[in-house]
């Protein structure tokens, strides 16, 4: 279960008793078929700040980012956003699910590999999406100064179970928060539809 801080902004618990299993994630489990059975001590790379970060190639990974001091993207800054971590999707990495809420951001994705088969780095993929977000956000709302914390959460998918967990975790963020009914007809909610 993932601690609630480190998902501002929403309570919900991720132990899996409210997910409804469904075959509806399956082409997708396949298409991440990548998901780690046994980690080899050269693979996994760790790196600390304030959290762990733990880097497997070929990975999946639920990822969760936070505005600088709750800081609230207004609507035309979350879609600045939504287009940022759709830029380079199934070029860098794949997305299967993404939801920005109005202070934090989640994603679940994996890397994809290079022209000389390394994998793009977490830290590379969400240097771009908020470096680029954070230009072009002041151009939309009125803000000047931080808009990411430096930090952010990340969990390598250790298996399906998980898998579908993140994934229905990140498409109900927007219905809990009272933002919307359904996943749907939020506008800041992404999943991949077809493979």
């Known amino acids: 279960m993932i601690d609630e801080n480190l998902s501002q902004g929403s309570n919900q618990e991720l132990d899996g008793q409210n997910v409804h299993f469904t075959d509806q994630y399956q082409p997708f489990v396949r298409v991440a078929s990548s998901l780690p059975l046994k980690i080899r001590d050269d693979q996994l790379k760790v790196s600390y700040r304030n959290l762990p970060h733990w880097e497997l190639e070929g990975s999946v990974y639920f990822i969760t980012f936070n505005t600088w001091k709750k800081l609230e993207l207004t609507l035309t800054a979350r879609q600045v956003v939504l287009n940022a971590c759709k830029f380079f999707d199934k070029q860098r990495y794949q997305i299967f699910c993404l939801v920005v809420m109005p202070d934090h951001v989640h994603i679940l994705m994996q890397p994809l590999a290079k022209p000389d088969n390394k994998f ?58 009272g933002l919307s009914r359904t996943p749907e007809e939020y506008p800041f909610f992404w999943q991949m539809y077809e493979l």
């Open 120 to 177: 793009w780095s977490l830290s590379s993929i969400l240097h771009s999406i908020k470096s680029y977000s954070s230009k072009q956000i002041p151009k939309v709302m009125k803000h000047i100064g931080t808009v990411w914390q430096d930090e952010g959460y990340d969990h390598i998918v250790r298996d399906e179970r998980e898998f579908q967990i993140f994934w229905e975790y990140i498409r109900q963020n927007p219905v809990k928060a």
